[in-house]
């Protein structure tokens, strides 16, 4: 196609075009005609436009774990009220994955992430239960109470956290329940406490003698506070700590509520005081000013919400999944449910507004990091990795095989048996040796670079001898005795004469040598010789699945990693494929 002084296109024989065309217009127009190179070429554009700027928009935190989100499966369901239950809602109770709540109707409803194990799921619920008028919700059980104030519980019940002992089952004047870690306790109208399940990991001491006096209670992760009715707030362990450490000033004390590690506690005057093990990342004591007056406090994991007299809610504390951003226009709130990372504001119509931890995108990892936020560093890395291995090899492969290839001679013979000595290393076995020596005496970001340099110096022979010979077969052409005979230097010869007519052959295999790298350095990671956690690599994010127990049960943990490592690795064959056929003009047919 060619346009006339008209501006329209005449159609050209093939001999006219290739005239009209140049040798790199004719290598572009080929490739293109290639739809498995053209089709590998869009999706690697893809991946690589993703892992190099999703990084700038979710970058990830290397320090970052949490245990109440190992293990979640992929999806936004978190804080997905049932639409029976949306209106008519009489207590909800949030776990780190589920939430689950009773209507005015008695009937119970679980939404979220359920299944806390292989074999227990949330949502069996124990039949014949009644009419369920509270609920608490802790680690990985439930506990319930109906309307003739019988007791329930169930979920993993490893240490009797939700096996209910008898002599609950007599007490009838129960006020409130409460769920902790591996752990359950009953309050009740008199003020007393029974206390079931792991008492040591909790400093709760069962002979207090606060028995008689309490009002509230409220569980951090190792610890139990109490309100007495007198509005004092009182240490129920018997370890001296920063829980038991009360500010100065309180007065008398209306509300408290607790996160993992810090209690909180509402004054008659409506401030709010927290002490305790403050996280310097969530400064849950970092109280925002507000106008109004407080009425309520209510703790997350490691956040606070209040509820104000005039119908308005604020939150401060940790904000990783965003648990601490009240929405906007959020007004009229009656009651606000708090736990972990979700967030229930019950307005005047009884409908809920949510905000916080949704779910996630592709799951979580046994650490309970997000696997997206991971995937797309990884990749980063992963590519980053296989380019700069694949740059040091071209180089050395280059300048090996045109020396080699030029000079011949004894320079020739050296080189190549050079080469077969480096050939010769079995590259993994060599790999895992070398990292076992090294051991633990260089950093992550020292061992990354060792693995980029140790790629590139010992893939550069395959190279080297296409280079050799590509050389050794144009050294003796006209054009090159033309430039000796001109008196131009030898390297210059082989660098800007030769060097340039044999570019195609470096550019396919530095190409495929690109996958090669990325597979290498991913099986290297895969067992666990490579880039170290807890900086991801698509291969070292696959160490942590190589056992039946992940494959069976976390398959959001591999399947993703793996894909998307499979998918990119064959895109850059067939861009790479393709480029060999278009460069070939033995391999053009019409």
């Given at each position: 196609m060619i346009s006339n002084l008209f501006g329209r296109k005449e159609e050209l024989s093939i001999f006219e075009e290739e005239e009209v065309q140049s040798p790199f217009r004719t290598v572009i127009n080929t490739f293109k005609e290639n739809k498995f190179a053209m089709g590998g070429l869009i999706v690697f554009l893809l991946i690589f436009a993703t892992v190099l700027i999703g990084p700038l928009i979710k970058p990830i935190d290397l320090s970052f774990h949490e245990t109440s989100q190992q293990n979640v499966e992929p999806g936004f369901d978190m804080m997905k009220i049932p639409d029976a239950l949306n209106g008519k809602i009489q207590d909800i109770a949030i776990g780190p994955t589920f939430s689950i709540g009773a209507s005015t109707d008695g009937n119970l409803y679980t939404w979220g992430k359920?299944?806390?194990?292989?074999?227990?799921?949330?949502?069996?619920?124990?039949?014949?239960?009644?009419?369920?008028?509270?609920?608490?919700?802790?680690?990985?059980?439930?506990?319930?109470?109906?309307?003739?104030?019988?007791?329930?519980?169930?979920?993993?019940?490893?240490?009797?956290?939700?096996?209910v002992p008898a002599e609950i089952s007599q007490v009838r004047n129960i006020k409130e329940i409460y769920a902790g870690y591996q752990c359950s306790l009953i309050l009740t109208e008199d003020g007393h406490t029974h206390f079931f399940g792991n008492s040591m990991n909790n400093d709760f001491n069962i002979f207090h003698p606060y028995q008689g006096q309490l009002d509230k209670v409220a569980f951090t992760s190792d610890a139990v506070i109490g309100l007495t009715f007198d509005g004092e707030v009182v240490y129920l362990g018997t370890l001296k700590n920063s829980y038991s450490k009360f500010p100065e000033g309180m007065g008398k004390v209306k509300d408290i509520a607790s996160t993992a590690s810090t209690v909180a506690a509402l004054g008659e005057d409506g401030k709010v005081y927290v002490w305790g093990n403050i996280s310097q990342k969530s400064k849950e004591n970092k109280i925002p000013e507000f106008s109004g007056k407080v009425v309520s406090i209510n703790g997350g994991r490691y956040h606070y919400t209040a509820l104000t007299e005039d119908g308005k809610v604020i939150a401060?504390?940790?904000?990783?999944?965003?648990?601490?951003?009240?929405?906007?226009?959020?007004?009229?709130?009656?009651?606000?449910?708090?736990?972990?990372?979700?967030?229930?504001?019950?307005?005047?119509?009884?409908k809920a507004t949510t905000w916080g931890l949704k779910g996630y995108l592709l799951g979580t990892d046994e650490l309970g990091r997000d696997i997206f936020t991971r995937l797309l560093n990884g990749g980063r890395m992963s590519?980053?990795?296989?380019?700069?291995?694949?740059?040091?090899?071209?180089?050395?492969?280059?300048?090996?095989?045109?020396?080699?290839?030029?000079?011949?001679?004894?320079?020739?013979?050296?080189?190549?048996?050079?080469?077969?000595?480096?050939?010769?290393l079995p590259f993994l076995p060599f790999a895992m040796i070398l990292s076992?020596?090294?051991?633990?005496?260089?950093?992550?970001?020292?061992?990354?670079?060792?693995?980029?340099?140790?790629?590139?110096?010992?893939?550069?022979?395959?190279?080297?001898?296409?280079?050799?010979?590509?050389?050794?077969?144009?050294?003796?052409?006209?054009?090159?005795?033309?430039?000796?005979?001109?008196?131009?230097?030898?390297?210059?010869?082989?660098?800007?004469?030769?060097?340039?007519?044999?570019?195609?052959?470096i550019?396919?295999?530095?190409?495929?040598?690109?996958?090669?790298?990325?597979?290498?350095?991913?099986?290297?990671?895969?067992?666990?010789?490579?880039?170290?956690?807890?900086?991801?690599?698509?291969?070292?994010?696959?160490y942590g699945a190589n056992n039946s127990v992940v494959i069976q049960?976390?398959?959001?943990?591999?399947?993703?990693?793996?894909?998307?490592?499979?998918?990119?690795?064959?895109?850059?064959?067939?861009?790479?494929?393709?480029?060999?056929?278009?460069?070939?003009?033995?391999?053009?047919?019409?």
């Open positions: 359920t299944k806390i194990s292989p074999t227990i799921d949330i949502k069996n619920t124990p039949e014949d239960m009644g009419n369920i008028v509270k609920l608490a919700a802790g680690f990985d059980h439930i506990i319930a109470l109906n309307d003739e104030g019988k007791v329930f519980g169930w979920g993993s019940n490893r240490q009797k956290q939700s096996k401060w504390g940790g904000n990783t999944y965003k648990q601490s951003e009240v929405p906007k226009g959020l007004k009229d709130i009656e009651k606000v449910y708090t736990g972990y990372y979700q967030n229930y504001a019950i307005g005047k119509d009884g590519m980053t990795i296989g380019a700069v291995a694949v740059i040091i090899s071209t180089i050395i492969g280059v300048v090996v095989g045109s020396v080699s290839g030029y000079f011949g001679g004894r320079i020739d013979n050296i080189l190549q048996r050079l080469s077969e000595i480096v050939a010769s076992a020596l090294i051991g633990n005496s260089m950093t992550s970001r020292q061992k990354t670079i060792l693995i980029m340099v140790i790629l590139g110096f010992l893939s550069w022979t395959s190279l080297q001898r296409l280079v050799r010979a590509q050389v050794l077969s144009v050294r003796e052409q006209e054009y090159v005795i033309a430039a000796k005979s001109l008196g131009i230097k030898k390297s210059h010869i082989v660098f800007k004469h030769i060097l340039p007519n044999v570019i195609s052959v550019i396919v295999s530095a190409t495929l040598s690109f996958a090669t790298s990325m597979l290498t350095e991913a099986s290297l990671s895969y067992l666990g010789f490579g880039v170290q956690a807890p900086q991801p690599t698509w291969g070292n994010m696959l049960n976390y398959w959001w943990r591999w399947v993703f990693a793996s894909a998307l490592l499979g998918t990119c690795v064959i895109c850059i064959n067939l861009i790479g494929d393709g480029l060999r056929d278009a460069i070939d003009p033995k391999s053009q047919e019409r």
